[in-house]
């Protein structure tokens, strides 16, 4: 599917992130290059690579999905364009379209750098690689831990929040082809259906629909595979039943929708999947009405922590106050992960300088960010509810929690499996809009 957008519209905020970005660097001097990065490739596969996938800065600021690529800024002369030249051997084996000589290509970088890198102050950002200038090597700023690369890449990452009229747009192309690909995994969910016969339908349904890729690997566990949080479709038929965890999200044009729903198979859900789910629901629905600008993450972190407590308490699994369950972690045992994450550029959008937060104590356990919501902010809201043998089995959490969980009923339940709802949202000025609410929530 081609961009929906006219590209005047995308050009007008190619120019505005541009200066947004610039404005927002405070330079003293220094020339910044962005890059796409190259191509991966595989271990002892000869030629072959990975998909390529360009550096989200490099894309953000160039809409440009061709690897080798670099944009330079430097704040005397503005910005430049610096294309990897198109190659006979691109044509031949890739079929990339020729094209007009673009006025520079990275062929005239190390000249333009001669010129521009000011005793070697250059920083790197998007993925880094081997520079010179005047036949020496410059001294680049670039690695993971430098200074001034991570302050950049902390204002460009805050730059990219908000989510433009562009990015919007994309994110809804991907949205509508994920909930075409729910809607036909729906019908096949029936005994005797493996794991990958229901991700293959469903990702052929997104392709129909639009998708140029999947935003990340689809995850379908049914049964006690729905308790592993990222489980990769394997050949285990699914049962009559049993539970099966679907996340999936399309692609379009690097812009994701990322989208779980757990549904029953084959039927509606029994007393206690219904009865769980159910909690599992209220604390979503709980955690994005609390969605809306100036709000704390963790905040609606603990929102959603608090009904799961409550919920859970209900369910004569846990006992105490909720605050009490989630301070002590008790919680945590059945909601092992953070309430969601920033989505659109890629599955994890503009996030990553922040992620060294992630690994906190109860009650925040693996919180993907940690920042007051903006206008504009695209975020996952995606409470669960987990019977995960791992960490109920574990002897020093059981008798660390030894007066707050019915360990005689867990172990029963050690085969559930697990549920897990979530939808993307745009933080508005007037609160939020959930842009995947018309995916089923059951079938």
């Known amino acids: 599917m081609t961009d929906t957008l006219d590209s005047t519209d995308i050009a007008v905020q190619l120019e505005r992130r541009r200066q947004a970005a610039a404005d927002a660097w405070h330079l003293d001097g220094e020339v910044v290059l962005i890059g796409a990065g190259d191509p991966i490739h595989i271990p002892g596969r000869a030629d072959l690579t990975y998909p390529f996938q360009a550096h989200s800065e490099y894309l953000y600021l160039t809409d440009r999905r061709l690897p080798g690529g670099v944009l330079a800024f430097d704040p005397a002369e503005g910005w430049v364009d610096f294309p990897a030249p198109v190659t006979e051997a691109d044509r031949l084996w890739s079929g990339v379209p020729a094209q007009e000589r673009p006025a520079r290509t990275t062929d005239d970088l190390d000249g333009w ?19 010179r200038a005047g036949g020496q090597a410059v001294a680049v700023a670039g690695a993971a831990g430098d200074e001034r690369t991570e302050r950049l890449r902390l204002a460009l990452s805050a730059v990219r929040r908000p989510k433009d009229a562009v990015e919007l747009e994309r994110m809804r192309v991907a949205q509508r082809a994920t909930r075409a690909a729910f809607a036909r995994v729906l019908e096949l969910l029936a005994d005797g259906v493996t794991e990958r016969e229901a991700q293959i339908e469903l990702e052929a349904e997104a392709f129909r629909h639009g998708a140029a890729a999947m935003g990340y690997d689809t995850i379908i566990g049914t049964g006690p595979n729905s308790a592993v949080l990222h489980f990769m479709p394997s050949d285990r038929a699914m049962r009559r039943g049993e539970l099966v965890l679907i996340d999936a999200g399309a692609e ?130 995606e409470p669960g509810l987990y019977f995960v043998p791992a960490l109920l089995e574990d002897p020093e959490r059981r008798r660390r929690h030894r007066d707050e969980v019915d360990w005689e009923r867990v172990d029963r339940m050690l085969g559930f499996g697990g549920i897990r709802i979530e939808d993307n949202l745009i933080v508005t000025a007037g609160g939020h809009e959930v842009i995947t609410a018309d995916v089923p929530l059951l079938g």
Do not use: C
Not at 113 to 131: F, K, S, T, Y
């Open 113 to 131: 750098l001669a010129d521009h890198a000011r005793a070697g102050r250059v920083i790197w950002l998007g993925a880094p690689r081997a520079a």
């Open 252 to 381: 379009h044009l690097g812009y994701v929708s990322d989208i779980t729903r757990t549904f029953s198979v084959g039927g509606s859900l029994d007393g206690t999947q219904g009865e769980l789910h159910a909690v599992v629901h209220a604390a979503q629905l709980a955690a994005i009405d609390a969605v809306r600008p100036g709000v704390e993450w963790r905040d609606v972190h603990l929102i959603a922590s608090r009904a799961i407590a409550d919920g859970l308490v209900g369910a004569g699994i846990l006992r105490g106050s909720a605050d009490s369950l989630v301070e002590s972690g008790a919680v945590g045992l059945f909601f092992p992960h953070g309430i969601g994450h920033l989505v659109g550029l890629g599955v994890r959008d503009a996030g990553e300088p922040l992620y060294e937060r992630r690994h906190d104590p109860p009650p925040f356990p693996n919180l993907r960010i940690d920042m007051p919501l903006q206008i504009g902010m695209a975020v996952t809201v």
